[in-house]
């Protein structure tokens, strides 16, 4: 499932925010202020935040400032959630490193609508990485060390790394969503990985290219 970290100063909304993301099969974090958003960011990286812009300590400008100087935090899709809706307000949002700009008060399935494309545009971009990663690799390179992982957990791996949903991969494998999420916690325990980033990450860094595309590449 994928993890969304919503930051906002008004405990009241980002609880309601809270439960109706969770609600829509997302797994939630939240903070109070930019400084909480940073801290939680770090110790476990999410898909996508949503972050107020006026709060105490750090407002969401500068708290988008910083994710984007974090190396962890460039690619990461940002929608800032603000009652400022001047105009200049959005432009220096979008110029700060803002992937979407929504203004309260907000229709949340228009929300879940933007983070469902951010999300979908953020997979493609993973996919075209891999592409282009396996496009450069030299023929001569060793064979990756083969992985720690049962025939199923291998099917949902290879999935997983190419960036397809939960719910994709299972209308690809014919399996519920359930069965994969079960598939992935065990991937990501037996190499000992935190989430789905870290493990796309891992593909690339130890060499592993999806059967089907290193055909394609053939």
Same mark, same amino acid.
């Given at each position: 499932m994928k993890r969304i970290l919503v930051v906002d100063d008004d405990t009241t909304l980002r609880i309601a925010l809270t439960r109706y993301l969770?609600?829509?099969?997302?797994?939630? #974090? &939240?903070? !109070?202020?930019?400084?909480?958003?940073? +801290?939680?960011?770090?110790?476990? +990286?999410? &898909?996508l935040v949503v972050s107020d812009?006026?709060?105490? =300590?750090? &407002? !969401?400008?500068e708290?988008?400032?910083?994710?984007?100087?974090?190396?962890?935090? #460039?690619?990461?899709?940002? *929608?800032?959630?603000?009652?400022?809706?001047?105009? $200049?307000? /959005?432009? #220096? !949002?979008?110029?700060? !490193?803002a &992937?979407?700009?929504? *203004?309260?008060?907000? $229709?949340? /399935? $228009?929300?879940?609508?933007?983070?469902?494309? #951010?999300? =979908?545009? +953020?997979?493609?971009t993973h996919a075209e990485i891999i592409r282009l990663i396996q496009q450069s690799n030299v023929t001569t390179e060793a064979s990756p060390t083969p992985l720690p992982l049962t025939p199923a957990e291998e099917k949902v791996f290879w999935e997983v790394i190419q960036g397809y949903t939960n719910k994709q991969i299972g209308d690809r494998?014919?399996? +519920?969503?359930?069965?994969?999420q079960t598939h992935l916690s065990n991937i990501l325990s037996k190499l000992q990985l $935190?989430?789905?980033?870290?493990?796309?990450?891992?593909?690339?860094? /130890?060499?592993y290219h999806p059967p089907t595309e290193a055909k394609e590449a053939e």
């Open positions: 969770q609600n829509r099969g997302y797994v939630v #974090q &939240d903070a !109070g202020s930019g400084v909480e958003g940073l +801290s939680a960011f770090e110790q476990s +990286s999410p &898909d812009v006026m709060m105490p =300590e750090m &407002d !969401g400008f708290f988008c400032r910083r994710l984007r100087a974090m190396r962890s935090g #460039q690619l990461v899709p940002f *929608i800032f959630l603000s009652s400022r809706g001047e105009v $200049e307000d /959005r432009i #220096q !949002g979008h110029d700060i !490193g &992937d979407d700009y929504l *203004i309260k008060p907000f $229709e949340p /399935r $228009e929300l879940v609508a933007k983070i469902e494309a #951010q999300l =979908e545009r +953020s997979r493609r494998l014919f399996v +519920s969503p359930r069965t994969v $935190e989430n789905r980033s870290q493990l796309v990450r891992f593909a690339f860094e /130890r060499g």
